[in-house]
């Protein structure tokens, strides 16, 4: 009986690892040509990691290609900021020394890689076929189905078309030929020279290997080399560090960003009378990074929602506004805030195109005395000349285009295809260890979070998981600020590792009477909302401490334990709020899974964020 089309891939990929331990005892009479040195053992010492540099090469070119279940992707989607080692190959391939050596070798890499979890999250192979006609996203599925489950990923991608495969070849210097048999017919056989591209985490080519010198040990030396690198001055993929020596900064295409959000998020939602256009989002990052719309030229909205700090600010607990004026609350994030429905801890907006005003005219932030002053400072500084028009359709500098411009760039700050997302959306079986398992068994069991934090369905791209119920909710901690509940003394840093208890009268006696806070209450005096906050997504919580409203909690681990002993008793406290009797381990599980949701994507928007200018106050 014949084998089925689509079934042939698999089995050969199947064989490619049996080739690789059998090629080198057959007869070199027996073969069409001396096996790869991949195939065998290197012959000579590898190079040390971090004993040589390996200089960019150029730019590794994007493009569109399909995955193995037929989604749409682009290549820089792909490469995020991880470590790619990008093949190409094409099925039907029969060459011994060509894809299947190519193949053969990054499953050597894969499985050496996979002995080091830290590396899970910072390398990614991919491999593209050559035959648009043959290998579809199934044929693709069945060749690399034997090697695509593990801790390291490996895409197996294909094209649409011979159109939008063109452009690639090209841009990866890809020559490729079918082989025509005696009659002049084109056979299934594609003739090209085997080439594998190392791909740094800024999309830099780093190196490429021919058959002559592909071979596992040399890979895992350069990739080592690379990850050295980023240690020692790159800021590794959603991780926030203090480095005084940043990655380079690198545009994202916002607008196709936002069009199509990482895993684990639902479709943006995007008002009818404020539409996305690339312009009002260039305008908006404009804006946001300007210090100039504070009222003495110093403080931007950047500054109290730092990139690199997950677009909070991880140094006070409460922000600190024009002239180092006291704000009574916490900088929340603005990650994922397009799906946020009460703005503000208090609740107190429902646009992001209304909210932008609230900062610009506080006396304790960014100063300005009216919505005049902002407007009439924009329209005399001549980097703004032509920008509102061009967004907005004529329409100069205004309250309602300001707002609008802001909003959008704001929309587009997506962070998503966590850890979680690709093991609980994507089906990622090795995406999570165990703690993290445990931990989002309690989230979802014993813990309870889910009440307040709840997750879409599983697998369910479309429904999302946003963790939050969008809910304001009495927990304690407004209550116990109020009431001053607080210990008798406070930690404090002198310098980085040295502390001293500080009590609470000497700190009081210079420090400013810090401002009562009432939640809710003060935005609907009613009673039932004293000390009500809104209830935070938890996406992408490791990255920003300190928490609650009040910035009082520096921890995660201080987070749990709050609510693990019940909260704060008052008459207004949330019925949810109760003893939680988790032992020491299951709250380290509980700090695994929530650390489990930083998104992969919080890397490439700070770059981006770092090509904005930041104004001029002279």
């Known amino acids: 009986m014949r084998t089925p089309e689509f079934i042939r891939p698999m089995l050969r990929i199947a064989a490619v690892i049996a080739i690789a331990t059998t090629i080198s005892m057959t007869p070199l009479s027996a073969q069409e040509s001396a096996p790869a040195p991949g195939y065998g053992p290197l012959q ?31 290549l820089h989607e792909l490469y995020d900021t991880r470590i790619v080692l990008l093949s190409f ?16 070798v990054m499953h050597g890499v894969k499985t050496r890689l996979e002995r080091d979890p830290e590396l899970v999250e910072r390398v990614r192979l991919l491999t593209l076929s050559f035959d648009t006609k043959r290998d579809t996203p199934e044929v693709m599925r069945e060749y690399g189905a034997s090697v695509l489950e593990g801790r390291i990923e490996w895409k197996f991608l294909t094209t649409a078309s011979q159109t939008e495969l063109a452009p690639i070849l090209e841009n990866y210097d890809q020559e490729i030929r079918r082989e025509r048999d005696v009659g002049g017919d084109s056979t299934d056989q594609i003739s090209h020279v085997l080439r594998v591209f190392l791909i740094d985490g800024n999309r830099r080519i780093r190196n490429i290997y021919s058959s002559s010198y592909l071979h596992a040990e040399l890979l895992l030396s350069d990739i080592h080399t690379l990850l050295l690198e980023e240690e020692r001055g790159l800021r590794r993929s959603g991780e926030l560090v203090s480095d005084p020596a940043p990655a380079t900064p690198r545009s994202l295409d916002l607008m196709s960003y936002a069009e199509r959000p990482p895993l684990g ?13 690339r312009s009002r989002i260039a305008l908006g990052r404009k804006l946001f990074f300007d210090r100039r719309l504070s009222l003495n030229g110093t403080i931007s909205c950047a500054m109290c929602h730092i990139p690199e700090q997950g677009f909070t600010n991880r140094e006070l607990a409460t922000a600190a506004g024009i002239e180092g004026r006291t704000v009574r609350r916490n900088a929340p994030t603005i990650l994922n805030v397009a799906y946020v429905e009460r703005l503000f801890h208090d609740g107190r907006e429902s646009r992001l195109e209304q909210q932008a005003w609230g900062p610009l005219l506080a006396s304790n932030e960014m100063g300005n005395p009216s919505i005049g002053s902002v407007i009439e400072k924009l329209e005399a500084l001549p980097d703004y000349s032509g920008l509102f028009q061009a967004a907005f359709a ?6 309602e285009t300001l ?4 909003a959008s760039y704001q929309r587009t ?44 369905q599983a697998r369910s791209v479309e429904i999302g998981a946003l963790f939050t119920d969008h809910q304001m909710h009495n927990t304690g901690i407004g209550y116990r600020h109020s009431m001053a509940l607080r210990p008798n003394g406070q930690r404090v840093a002198l310098t980085p590792g040295v502390f001293v208890e500080v009590g609470q009268d000497l700190l009081a006696s210079v420090s400013e009477t810090p401002p009562g806070d009432l939640g809710r209450y003060e ?4 009673p039932r909302d004293r000390w009500s906050y809104r209830t935070p ?9 300190p928490y609650m409203h009040d910035g009082s909690l520096a921890t995660l681990r201080e987070v749990i334990d709050y609510y693990n002993r019940g909260g704060v008793q008052n008459e207004a406290l949330d019925a949810r709020i109760r003893p939680l009797g988790l032992s020491s381990r299951e709250v380290e599980d509980l700090v695994a899974f929530l650390s489990s949701l930083t998104g992969n994507s919080v890397e490439k928007l700070v770059l981006d964020a770092h090509l904005a200018p930041i104004g001029d106050p002279k």
């Open 523 to 526: 935005i609907t005096l009613d």
């Open 413 to 456: 700050l997506l962070a998503a295809n966590s850890r979680f997302d690709r093991w609980y959306f994507g089906g990622d079986e090795s995406a999570l260890d165990e703690p993290a398992e445990r931990g989002f068994r309690l989230f979802s069991g014993k813990a309870g979070c889910v009440a307040c934090h709840p997750i879409g």
């Open 394 to 399: 004529g329409r100069g500098p205004g309250m």
């Open 89 to 104: 190959v094409y099925a039907s391939c029969a060459d011994a020394n060509a894809c299947p050596l190519a193949t053969a």
């Open 403 to 406: 707002g609008m411009a802001l």
């Open 537 to 545: 997504s938890l996406r992408n919580v490791a990255l920003t401490p």
């Open 265 to 277: 998020l639902p479709p943006l939602p995007v008002p009818e009378d404020s539409p996305l256009t």
């Open 44 to 74: 000579f010492a590898a190079p040390v990691p971090g004993s040589y540099t390996l200089p960019p090469m150029g730019d590794a070119a994007d493009g569109a290609v399909l995955d193995e279940r037929g989604r749409s992707r682009r």
